[in-house]
């Protein structure tokens, strides 16, 4: 196998679709200075499809050895095998044949014990075919300390697949001489091939469905369709044409719009201008997709007429805002005259037969599968702490795994391929995928949220923070079938986080986010927007859910956007979106001469946006603001005409919120006095923009304004006329030099560690709350003020009152040596401006929260400052620091760590600082925390 390291799609999908997920994170080259490495044991990863055991001896290969138990296998162990039997006892000598006996085996052992060291299944070598839904609920659960785990068998393949294997020897060429006088490329008489699904046992093959933006769940037939995969690769279904798409000349009838009676009974027509239709006189199942309204309103819809002499196309359902002439591109599918690519395909359904034009290296050895799962692979229903590890999930017509209702659900070292809809769905609390690869779904790879489906009712997250996590993983080539609105990871809760994974190679956007105060770090993001622009790499549209803010984008290397389409973003705040914070990203060839609407952020009509410290390489416009809501005459929005509806939006969310809400976003007190036509509440500080390749647009700034009417606070943002510091440009290295010029034009700069960015680049990463919390006040010297919402540290014109916070954390849980840390503290400045928060080591660790509480007369010393940090004015948001030598010396000793937070020496400020206490009367706990990397 040849690796690419390339920023771009990697060159052998097929090769790349075979391996394990540790070979896809150890095959991409990491870019110069960030490591591969998935940052984990690998010793029960996937190593090679060594295939099952031999049936004869029931022994393993000589590689794998299960005899010694892993760390989680203290309670039942219990063997599956495809060669296996369902009346075996599970051992390793004596296994079973399914998933299902070995979850039924558990249930009766839970009858006869309490099952409380939990249970470990182990599946063995080949494919373990499934022809329904392994469904899990209440009663498989296990516990936090003792989950029940599903894994690999060391050193061995396992495919966990929803589709029938077809006999390679079955397929031979066509010579139906009506099917070859179909077919508008005669070059591939002799090539084609068909096999006879009947004859092979199936009679399912599917349908192709309704699909589209803004059509919900109702637009999905029951029945999806089936697909070919040949050598773990996905096949194209039949398609005119092959690259690139075409257009309408005209609107005939523009058709019923979303709500109209008939919109799902009568759709409208177009002309063009295209001879190939002259080709298609005997398809009558002819599917269009692209867009013929709005160009975010992707459509898969069915053709209901092809009139070639008139040049029209009528549509067989309505479209969400009609047909418009509105720079509309779409393809044409499930064409059997159009069938000369490599891989094409083409289900006849009336007969039963599989039209296909072989890929190059397709022989007798080949694998060639059909998807006939019609429902998930594998089913969690109100089942909690089961883990997933080491396993392929392939080749079925819906999700890989659906959680619903659960909580500590762990996907680990697993992949997930040729799927018809969603990778991985995680409906609940603390649910975390790790160390996987997604490559060829249909629809997004993975969603981590609180609800299936919308948001909600009176807009606001009334939960604990549900802790879902997404990270050390790869996305590539999703969004196959649902083209728009479906990313690579869709977030939505409160308090969850997206860490160190590489996205690429989808249509639409790569992250997309709703709810609150989510943490999107150290990813990398590139080749996104394939098909459709107006799009961000990273997206959120809550302009109408003004609740939802809170959220951090840091660290991420978003780049290669819109090199060949145009309004692309690294990150898209979008409609109105509030309260985001933008900082310490890299951006890098974002836009072109050619494309010049794209930019490295866009903010459309944002408002308390904070864009600081990131890093803006050859990116056309660096950051980009549109007015989009205001009407007023002289400066009106391009969506003007939407703001009553935002109005309305947000009269019905200040209607319903607890009065204390805006204790976690104190903005919404002065929610009513702001201008929200014309926001004046962004800001954009200490960026670094250098432009050596591709110029700024021409009529843009640093900052654009797409419209006019805002008023920006930007401060200490340097253009670089030369490179500004970064250790190897031409390779993509943008690790920086500490003699960087960038350093000394922007003295409070942070370095951005670029060398953690991508999978594996943390290790493993653990967050460990601060359980202890106080304030002392010179105004008060024998008070103690322990148990606050908030610790309060102040710096004023008398130091008669002066305070300082403390925060203390216990480092006893932490497994293993600390790699590196950073604290991070919810803060914002009640009075003065921004402020610079100066952390302290504190090395008496004697005192907490209740009798011992400290007053200032008996305060801890503080001791060596560790540094500082901003803080903004009124409003809360995450900022870390960087405490590593003191947290590796504490560990070392007495295993807890104290820090001092107080203003720094200049000014006046008074500093809120959200540690342990609950946050306000929606319930979340918006809290400081150490977050410790370990080897």
């Given at each position: 196998?040849?690796?690419?390291?390339?920023?771009?799609?990697?060159e052998?999908?097929?090769?790349?679709?075979?391996?394990?997920?540790?070979?896809?994170?150890?095959?991409?080259?990491?870019?110069?200075?960030?490591?591969?490495?998935?940052?984990?044991?690998?010793?029960?990863?996937?190593a090679?499809?060594?295939?099952?055991?031999?049936?004869?001896?029931?022994?393993?290969?000589?590689?794998?050895?299960?005899?010694?138990?892993?760390?989680?296998?203290?309670?039942?162990?219990?063997?599956?095998?495809?060669?296996?039997?369902?009346?075996?006892?599970?051992?390793?000598?004596?296994?079973?044949?399914?998933?299902?006996?070995?979850?039924?085996?558990?249930?009766?052992?839970?009858?006869?014990?309490?099952?409380?060291?939990?249970?470990?299944?182990?599946?063995?070598?080949?494919?373990?075919?499934?022809?329904?839904?392994?469904?899990?609920?209440?009663?498989?659960?296990?516990?936090?300390?003792?989950?029940?785990?599903?894994?690999?068998?060391?050193?061995?393949?396992v495919?966990?697949?929803?589709?029938?294997?077809?006999?390679?020897?079955?397929?031979?060429?066509?010579?139906?001489?009506?099917?070859?006088?179909?077919?508008?490329?005669?070059?591939?008489?002799?090539?084609?091939?068909?096999?006879?699904?009947?004859?092979?046992?199936?009679?399912?093959?599917?349908?192709?469905?309704?699909?589209?933006?803004?059509?919900?769940?109702?637009?999905?037939?029951?029945?999806?369709?089936?697909?070919?995969?040949?050598?773990?690769q996905?096949?194209?279904?039949?398609?005119?044409?092959?690259?690139?798409?075409?257009?309408?000349?005209?609107?005939?009838?523009?058709?019923?719009?979303?709500?109209?009676?008939?919109?799902?009974?009568?759709?409208?027509?177009?002309?063009?201008?295209?001879?190939?239709?002259?080709?298609?006189?005997?398809?009558?199942?002819?599917?269009?997709?692209?867009?013929?309204?709005?160009?975010?309103?992707?459509?898969?819809?069915?053709?209901?007429?092809?009139?070639?002499?008139?040049?029209?196309?009528?549509?067989?359902?309505?479209?969400?805002?009609?047909?418009?002439?509105?720079?509309?591109?779409?393809?044409?599918?499930?064409?059997?005259?159009?069938?000369?690519?490599?891989?094409?395909?083409?289900?006849?359904?009336?007969?039963?037969?599989?039209?296909?034009?072989?890929?190059?290296?397709?022989?007798?050895?080949?694998?060639?599968?059909?998807?006939?799962l019609?429902?998930?692979?594998?089913?969690?229903?109100?089942?909690?702490?089961?883990?997933?590890?080491?396993?392929?999930f392939?080749?079925?017509?819906?999700?890989?795994?659906?959680?619903?209702?659960?909580?500590?659900?762990?996907?680990?070292?697993?992949?997930?391929?040729?799927?018809?809809?969603?990778?991985?769905?995680?409906?609940?609390?603390?649910?975390?995928?790790?160390?996987?690869?997604?490559?060829?779904?249909?629809?997004?790879?993975?969603f981590?949220?609180?609800?299936?489906?919308?948001?909600?009712?009176?807009g606001?997250y009334?939960?604990?923070?549900?802790?879902?996590i997404?990270?050390?993983?790869?996305?590539?080539?999703?969004?196959?079938?649902?083209?728009?609105?479906?990313?690579?990871?869709?977030?939505?809760?409160?308090?969850?986080?997206?860490?160190?994974?590489?996205?690429?190679?989808?249509?639409?956007?790569?992250?997309?986010?709703?709810?609150?105060?989510?943490?999107?770090?150290?990813?990398?993001?590139?080749?996104?927007?394939?098909?459709f622009?107006?799009?961000?790499?990273?997206?959120?549209?809550?302009?109408?859910?003004?609740?939802?803010?809170?959220?951090?984008?840091?660290?991420?290397?978003?780049?290669?956007?819109?090199?060949?389409?145009?309004?692309?973003?690294?990150?898209?705040?979008?409609?109105?979106?509030?309260?985001?914070?933008?900082?310490?990203?890299?951006?890098?060839?974002?836009?072109?001469?050619?494309?010049?609407n794209?930019?490295?952020?866009?903010?459309?009509?944002?408002?308390?946006?904070?864009?600081?410290?990131?890093?803006?390489?050859?990116t056309?416009?660096?950051?980009?603001?549109?007015?989009?809501?205001?009407?007023?005459?002289?400066?009106?929005?391009?969506?003007?005409?939407?703001?009553?509806?935002?109005?309305?939006?947000?009269?019905?969310?200040?209607?319903?919120?607890?009065?204390?809400?805006?204790?976690?976003?104190?903005?919404?007190?002065?929610?009513?006095?702001?201008?929200?036509?014309?926001?004046?509440?962004?800001?954009?500080?200490?960026?670094?923009?250098?432009?050596?390749?591709?110029?700024?647009?021409?009529?843009?700034?640093?900052?654009?304004?797409?419209?006019?009417?805002?008023?920006?606070?930007?401060?200490?943002?340097?253009?670089?006329?030369?490179?500004?510091?970064?250790?190897?440009?031409?390779?993509?290295?943008f690790?920086?030099?500490e003699?960087?010029d960038?350093?000394?034009?922007?003295?409070?700069?942070?370095?951005?560690?670029?060398?953690?960015?991508?999978?594996?680049?943390?290790?493993?990463?653990?967050?460990?709350?601060?359980?202890?919390?106080?304030?002392?006040?010179?105004?008060?010297?024998?008070?103690?003020?322990?148990?606050?919402?908030?610790?309060?540290?102040?710096?004023?014109?008398?130091?008669?009152?002066?305070?300082?916070?403390?925060?203390?954390?216990?480092?006893?849980?932490?497994?293993?040596?600390v790699?590196?840390?950073?604290?991070?503290?919810?803060?914002?400045?009640?009075?003065?401006?921004d402020?610079?928060?100066?952390?302290?080591?504190?090395?008496?660790?004697?005192?907490?929260?209740?009798?011992?509480?400290?007053?200032?007369?008996?305060r801890?010393?503080?001791?060596?400052?560790?540094?500082?940090?901003?803080?903004?004015?009124?409003?809360?948001?995450?900022?870390?620091?960087?405490?590593?030598?003191?947290?590796?010396?504490?560990?070392?000793?007495?295993?807890?760590?104290?820090?001092?937070?107080?203003?720094?020496?200049?000014?006046q400020?008074?500093?809120?600082?959200?540690?342990?206490?609950?946050?306000?009367?929606?319930?979340?706990?918006?809290?400081?925390?150490?977050?410790?990397?370990?080897?």
């Open positions: 196998m040849a690796c690419n390291g390339a920023p771009s799609v990697l052998d999908v097929m090769t790349w679709t075979v391996l394990t997920p540790v070979a896809l994170l150890a095959c991409a080259e990491p870019r110069p200075g960030v490591t591969a490495s998935p940052g984990a044991d690998t010793s029960d990863h996937i090679a499809d060594s295939g099952a055991a031999a049936p004869d001896t029931g022994a393993e290969d000589s590689s794998s050895n299960d005899t010694a138990r892993d760390e989680d296998e203290t309670g039942l162990v219990l063997h599956v095998a495809t060669w296996g039997d369902d009346s075996d006892v599970g051992s390793e000598a004596q296994p079973l044949a399914t998933l299902e006996a070995a979850r039924d085996a558990i249930r009766m052992h839970r009858q006869d014990s309490t099952l409380s060291d939990g249970a470990t299944v182990i599946l063995h070598g080949g494919t373990h075919t499934l022809s329904t839904t392994f469904a899990l609920d209440e009663q498989d659960s296990g516990t936090a300390a003792h989950p029940i785990v599903y894994r690999s068998a060391t050193e061995q393949t495919r966990i697949s929803g589709g029938q294997a077809l006999d390679v020897s079955s397929f031979t060429v066509v010579s139906d001489a009506d099917v070859l006088s179909r077919l508008v490329d005669s070059s591939v008489h002799g090539q084609l091939l068909e096999i006879d699904l009947s004859a092979a046992g199936l009679s399912d093959y599917g349908q192709l469905s309704r699909r589209g933006y803004n059509l919900g769940w109702s637009s999905v037939l029951a029945d999806p369709p089936m697909e070919l995969v040949i050598d773990d996905i096949m194209p279904l039949a398609r005119w044409p092959n690259d690139g798409s075409v257009t309408l000349s005209g609107v005939v009838d523009a058709g019923p719009i979303l709500g109209d009676a008939d919109f799902w009974s009568r759709g409208g027509t177009f002309s063009h201008a295209l001879d190939r239709t002259e080709h298609w006189g005997d398809a009558d199942d002819i599917w269009l997709e692209g867009t013929v309204g709005r160009d975010w309103e992707w459509t898969h819809n069915h053709l209901a007429s092809v009139d070639s002499k008139a040049r029209q196309i009528t549509l067989s359902y309505g479209e969400v805002s009609g047909i418009l002439n509105w720079q509309p591109f779409f393809v044409f599918r499930n064409l059997l005259e159009e069938i000369d690519a490599p891989g094409e395909y083409f289900i006849d359904r009336q007969r039963g037969v599989l039209y296909v034009l072989p890929p190059a290296d397709f022989g007798s050895s080949s694998r060639v599968v059909v998807s006939t019609q429902d998930d692979l594998v089913h969690l229903d109100g089942a909690d702490h089961i883990t997933f590890r080491g396993l392929i392939e080749d079925g017509r819906e999700h890989g795994i659906h959680g619903e209702d659960t909580s500590g659900l762990r996907v680990e070292d697993c992949t997930f391929r040729n799927l018809g809809m969603d990778a991985v769905i995680m409906v609940g609390t603390d649910n975390q995928l790790h160390r996987s690869a997604v490559v060829g779904v249909g629809r997004r790879g993975v981590a949220g609180p609800m299936a489906w919308g948001w909600p009712e009176d606001i009334s939960a604990q923070a549900h802790q879902n997404v990270a050390d993983s790869t996305f590539e080539d999703f969004g196959r079938l649902y083209q728009a609105y479906y990313p690579a990871v869709d977030i939505d809760g409160v308090g969850s986080r997206v860490h160190n994974n590489r996205i690429s190679d989808g249509p639409h956007m790569g992250i997309q986010l709703r709810g609150n105060d989510h943490v999107i770090e150290y990813n990398e993001l590139f080749e996104l927007g394939r098909v622009k107006d799009i961000g790499a990273i997206y959120t549209n809550l302009g109408k859910h003004p609740g939802e803010r809170g959220s951090l984008i840091r660290r991420n290397f978003i780049h290669h956007l819109g090199q060949d389409n145009d309004k692309l973003f690294g990150v898209y705040l979008d409609n109105g979106t509030m309260g985001v914070t933008v900082e310490e990203n890299i951006f890098y060839a974002i836009g072109s001469s050619e494309y010049p794209c930019a490295a952020v866009m903010s459309n009509h944002g408002q308390h946006i904070v864009v600081r410290n990131n890093m803006m390489v050859d056309v416009r660096p950051f980009r603001l549109s007015l989009y809501l205001n009407c007023d005459g002289s400066t009106a929005g391009w969506g003007c005409a939407d703001q009553d509806s935002f109005a309305a939006a947000w009269e019905t969310y200040f209607a319903a919120i607890p009065s204390d809400h805006s204790l976690a976003y104190p903005e919404l007190d002065s929610w009513s006095t702001e201008a929200h036509w014309e926001p004046t509440t962004n800001r954009y500080d200490n960026n670094v923009v250098y432009n050596p390749a591709v110029p700024l647009a021409d009529d843009a700034d640093v900052v654009d304004y797409a419209s006019d009417g805002f008023i920006l606070d930007a401060a200490n943002n340097w253009t670089a006329s030369s490179d500004p510091g970064f250790v190897a440009l031409e390779s993509m290295d690790s920086q030099r003699s960087g960038m350093f000394s034009q922007i003295p409070s700069l942070r370095a951005i560690p670029f060398e953690d960015i991508g999978p594996g680049g943390l290790g493993t990463t653990a967050d460990v709350p601060v359980h202890a919390d106080v304030h002392v006040s010179a105004s008060a010297p024998g008070e103690r003020f322990g148990g606050e919402a908030d610790v309060t540290t102040r710096q004023a014109q008398r130091p008669t009152h002066d305070q300082i916070g403390y925060l203390q954390v216990a480092l006893h849980t932490l497994p293993d040596t790699e590196h840390a950073e604290l991070y503290l919810y803060t914002r400045v009640t009075w003065a401006q402020a610079e928060l100066r952390i302290d080591a504190v090395h008496d660790d004697d005192w907490d929260e209740g009798s011992m509480a400290p007053t200032w007369e008996s801890p010393a503080p001791g060596a400052a560790l540094g500082t940090t901003p803080v903004l004015r009124d409003k809360y948001a995450w900022v870390g620091i960087d405490v590593t030598a003191f947290i590796q010396a504490e560990q070392a000793g007495d295993g807890v760590a104290s820090f001092a937070v107080q203003p720094a020496d200049s000014g400020a008074l500093v809120l600082v959200r540690a342990t206490e609950q946050g306000p009367s929606d319930g979340v706990t918006r809290s400081a925390f150490l977050r410790a990397t370990l080897p």
